[in-house]
């Protein structure tokens, strides 16, 4: 029901775009949000889109991440810039639906970024 697509191999300082296609869940009333996840670390939030637009970002990446939601295509994407070595994580993307107290994860993907 998430599909996540867009990550890949970056060098420090360059930039990636990130892409979740959601289906199968009322895309309008859920609020969305990436999440990444480094080896041997928790799951983290990055960047969070509320149904009613307003975001917030984990204090590592204001200023070089960016939030997006489309209603027209259902999608999810998180521009990255500035991209450093501790940006390397799996990221997954994240539907909560707060009227069923719902959350569904897509499967990650994996982000690299090299020195």
């Known amino acids: 029901q998430l599909q996540a697509s867009g990550g890949g191999l970056v060098q420090a300082g360059g930039s990636l775009r990130l892409s979740c296609a959601v289906s199968g869940i009322p895309f309008n009333r859920a609020h969305l949000a990436w999440y990444r996840q480094a080896p041997g670390e928790a799951r983290e939030l990055v960047a969070r889109k509320f149904r009613d637009g307003s975001t917030n970002y984990a204090d590592s990446v204001k200023g070089r991440f960016t939030i997006s939601r489309d209603s027209a295509k259902n999608t999810v994407s998180l521009q990255m810039k500035s991209l450093n070595v501790e940006d390397t994580a799996v990221y997954y993307c994240?539907?909560?639906?707060?009227?069923?107290?719902?959350?569904?994860w897509g499967r990650g993907t994996q982000v690299t970024v090299s020195s």
């Open positions: 994240n539907a909560n639906d707060p009227y069923s107290s719902t959350n569904y």
